[in-house]
Structure formats: structure tokens, C-alpha cells
């Protein structure tokens, strides 16, 4: 079979990946763009649990692959941080002027494909100041960013829309294909290229550029390809930690003034940085499989209808390690799969009395409990035998700080979920045109360590296509990714 050519090959129909071939080809119609996706088409994302309650584990998953990727299908929330400061390192590539314009640009795009123009935070009122107040007495850092919130249904709508334009503009996406190795070529001189891909399906793909976005879900995979072949990266954070759920009437004052708070806490005992992530105001929380793993995650609605009477967040506490730990991806697996151990496979709830006590929650307890559980076949359990002393400990006095602005949030019937693990630690080393050292590979996104969440990474991918049709960008000069990441 003779090998498929094109001038640009993108891995990986996430944000990143999407926002590269629609900029790009709308400035070049001549390109041959083709994206290849493990996952489904638009229309076939449907997870059969959010009907019968009851996961099937497919393969792979509809909640963390296909097009528009994993972070688009939890709560469809974009960050507006106008200083970078927000949802990833993309500022640390761009000058502060050519950030802004991306900013705005990638901004507006996504309200012309239809989300919400409504942006929450930014307005300054005396219910905020009375929250910076509090954070402030509490030494929690309120990192101050608009939020603009799609909303996990309505996403499916603005990411439909974005299928739509990048067909009518004739960009081969070929869904359910799996990369499974790169070509790599090796001169006698030193230095390596890359010529293409090869699937699963035995298929030989040559192309000009291969450019690899391929989120959270694929990191694990692309951590074995940078050890493969040479491919220069540094051992990021690792993010581990619990989902919090409440009653919705804890966080009212928050939710309804900011929509979602972004605080960062350092721990009395360990002096340990613990952030809250992913804020679902009257939200769900819902498991996601990254293969067999099951971890959890939130989602929250636009329709009225959908919303529930709990509030649910992440905390995250970020790790750094040193020589000679190299692995962060697998360590934060390793801490998931105790957790499903336990639980056969599913997500371990619970009650933050219990935990503080130093006792298992069982279902009994749980039935009586005044927050109920929206993530239904969660397994009663006890989550200090997942996760390590230190992160407890961490989990624990950041919940008494938060409770300072949000009385009860450390009440006994809050609920904890476990465990809630993002896979971005793999930091790739890259130029200001986000190549690696293997000439015309590059890399963007989450699973590059370069972006954390729906914004910069479409961002990225805007530069990505703007860098492969020959636009300025103002780029720093500044190669990375030394230092430790920034709090959100």
C-alpha cells in the first residue's frame, strides 16, 4: 500500500488541534490538511451513563476523546485571564501584545460559533470586595480572571458548529484512528526529522509538518514517544487531589459573584500549593476513563432544568519532584488505580466527617447524609488509604481555610470524591514555533505541558496556524520550561 502524503498533519481533534487547521486553512485554502482523532465525530459523542446511569466503558471513551477533546465535554468553561496568569504557560511564548490579540481573537470566535457573551468576575461590586477581604484574612490568593461559561450541553452545540466550518473549508478529520508510532529519520550529520505517522490500522502517513495535540488523554502516550525517540522534556508538576460537593446554598455567594473561584492556598504543615479547579455551581460530578482508569471530574449546565442543588469542585495539590524521579504521569496513575482497587473499578466517595474521624464512609451513612450524592454509583469508601499522608493533610486545612469565606464547606456532610488526577506533567521542551527537537514536530496544548485548559489551548492552536501560514506573531525569544508553573 503506498503511503498518503499532505503538507500538514495534525494528531489530535482537541482544542488545539481543531483551532491549528481551521486558522491555517483559512489563510491557506491550497494546504492539504488532514486530523487524525482516536475518538468520535461531534454527533457520536454521546456517553450512554448520562441515561442509564450506568458507565459501559467504551472504548475509548466518549467523555475523554473525539472531536473538541475531554475539557469541552466537563463543564465548557473558558478563562479570560488577560495576563496569562490562567490556564496554562502560553504567555511564557508569546509577547504580552501578541497574548491579548490571541486572546481576544480565539474570544471571539468562539461567541461567533455561540457561546454565552455573557462573561462573570470581572465586574467589581461590594460582594467581591467582601470576598478578597475574607481570602485575603484567610491567606488564600483570589486569582481574579473572567470566566465565560459554555456549559456542558450547550458546548456540543458551539463545538458542532466548529465541525461544521472546518469541513465546509475541506479539512480531511478522520475520526477513530489511532496513532499508534511516528517516522522518524535520523541524518548521518546528527539531528532527527519526522516524515509521518503510522495508525493502528497499518496505515503509512508522510506530511511536511505533523503537528501533536493530543490533550490530557493522550499525554501518557506521548511521554512513551518523547522517551522513544530522544524527544527533549522536563518532568512537570503532578496534580492530585479530591473533587468537593456541597450544598449549592454554601457557595451561593461565590457562584453567583464569580461563577468560579480560583484560589490558591499554602498549607501550615507541608507549605504545599493547593488550588481549586474546575468550579461546577450547581453542577455534577461525573467519571471519566482514561482507558481502564476511572477518575472524577465535574460538569455543569446552562439549562435551568439540568442544574442540581449541589456545588462541586476540584482541589488540587501541586508536587514537584527532583532527580531522580522522572515519571509524574505514572505516579499520578499509580494513586488512581489504589482508588479503583478499592472501589472495583469505580469512583470512592466520602463524607468529610468521616474522614476527619478517621473512618470508612458506608453506604448507610451516605444514605443519610444531608448533601447527596450526584454521581450516583460513587462507592462509599475511605480515601485515606488512597491517597499519601502528606496530600490528606494538604486536602484538610486547605477545606478549614476555604470554610473562613464559605462557612460549612467543612461541615461534616461535605463530600469528597477520589481521585481526581490530571495527566499534563509531561513538559516538552519546545522553540517559540512550538518545535521539538526532532525538526517539523510540534507539539501543543495540555499534553505538552503547555496549556491547562479550553482557552490557551485553542489559543495555541490559533498561533500553531498562524506559525504554519507564515503570520507574525511577536514571539518570545525565552526557550522554557525550566521553573515552577504559575498558581492556575
Known sequence: MNPETCDVLIVGAGPSGIFTAYEAKKTNPALKIL???KGHSIEKRICPKRKTGVCRNCDPCVITTGFSGSGSFSDGKLSISHDGEVGGELNRYLQPRAFQQLLQYTDDLYVQFGADPQVHGLESNP????????AAQAHLKLIEAGVRHMGTEKAYDIYSRIQQALEALRIEMRFNTVVEDFIIETSPAGGSEIRGVITTKGETILASKVIVGIGREGSNWLSGMCRKYGIASGVGQVDIGVRV???????????????????????????????????????????????SLAVVNGHSYKDEALKTRNTNFALLVSKS???????????GRYIAELGNML??????????GDLTRGRRTTAARLAKNLVQPTLKDAVAGDLSLVLPHRLMVDIIETLEALDTIMPGIASDGTLLYGVEVKFYSNRIVVTPEFETNIKNLHVLGDGAGITRGLMQASMNGVAMGRILTGQALSLSNAPQPAGEQPDL
Not at 460582594?127 to 475574607?134: E, K, M, Q, Y
Not at 472501589?343 to 468529610?352: A, D, E, I, M, P
Open 245 to 291: 460537593e456541597t450544598d449549592a446554598n454554601v457557595t451561593q455567594e461565590i457562584d453567583r459573584t464569580l461563577y468560579e473561584a480560583k484560589l490558591v492556598y499554602y498549607t501550615k504543615t507541608f507549605e504545599d500549593r493547593v488550588r481549586t479547579f474546575c468550579w461546577n455551581p450547581r453542577g455534577e460530578v461525573a467519571e471519566e476513563r482514561y482507558g
Open 321 to 331: 519532584f527532583t532527580d531522580p524521579f522522572k515519571t509524574p504521569i505514572e505516579y
Open 127 to 134: 460582594t467581591l470586595d467582601s470576598i478578597r477581604r475574607r
Open 35 to 37: 486530523l487524525l482523532e
Open 343 to 352: 472501589s472495583g473499578g469505580k469512583v470512592l466517595v466520602q463524607r468529610y
